[in-house]
């Protein structure tokens, strides 16, 4: 048995231990958001937040999640409002879209580490998620929309009323 909370959501489930997260995820609660690319740990489709770091959920073992907060590309919004999904839409970012999971869940874990990164600090944090489409400009472009978009959000966090500078 392996306790965690998925998307705000405390699941308990009987799964051999060793299974990996990503399947736990498809196949036993039927959240296909998260692909499943390479297998091997290298692509980055199979991206879940765990404790707010973006993580290769082929490669988890189901029982290292014990204990653990993971929020999967469908945990973001329910709506598919979030800013980053937002910004990805506005931005034109898809074009087969099999790996926008996997790249979306890498730029809410940047975003939050790091609400106005550079080229350089987009570049580096998503590194570690392949497009084979090679929508990199469009997902740079996404990722610093969202930040303006996350920022605009966070000064009217105050019950509506804009900040004046």
């Known amino acids: 048995m392996v306790k965690f909370t998925l998307n705000g959501e405390v699941q308990e489930l009987n799964v051999p231990s060793a299974n990996p997260l990503l399947w736990v995820l498809r196949e036993s609660l039927e959240l296909t958001g998260t692909k499943f690319g390479c297998g091997i740990g290298q692509c980055g489709a199979c991206m879940v937040l765990v404790n707010g770091q973006p993580t290769r959920s082929c490669q988890m073992p189901i029982s290292a999640a014990e204990d653990s907060e993971v929020i999967t590309i469908e945990g973001l919004s329910e709506k598919g409002a979030h800013p980053v999904q937002e910004a990805w839409v506005e931005e034109q970012v898809p074009q087969c879209g099999y790996c926008q999971s996997g790249q979306i869940v ?9 609400p106005n990164p550079t080229d350089e600090d987009i570049d580096g944090a998503m590194s570690s998620n392949i497009c084979r489409c090679g929508t990199y400009p469009a997902i740079r472009r996404a990722i610093h929309r969202a930040a303006g978009i996350q920022e605009q959000l966070a000064s009217t966090d105050d019950g509506g009323a804009r900040s004046e500078e």
């Open 106 to 114: 890498s730029a809410v874990a940047l975003l939050a580490a790091n």
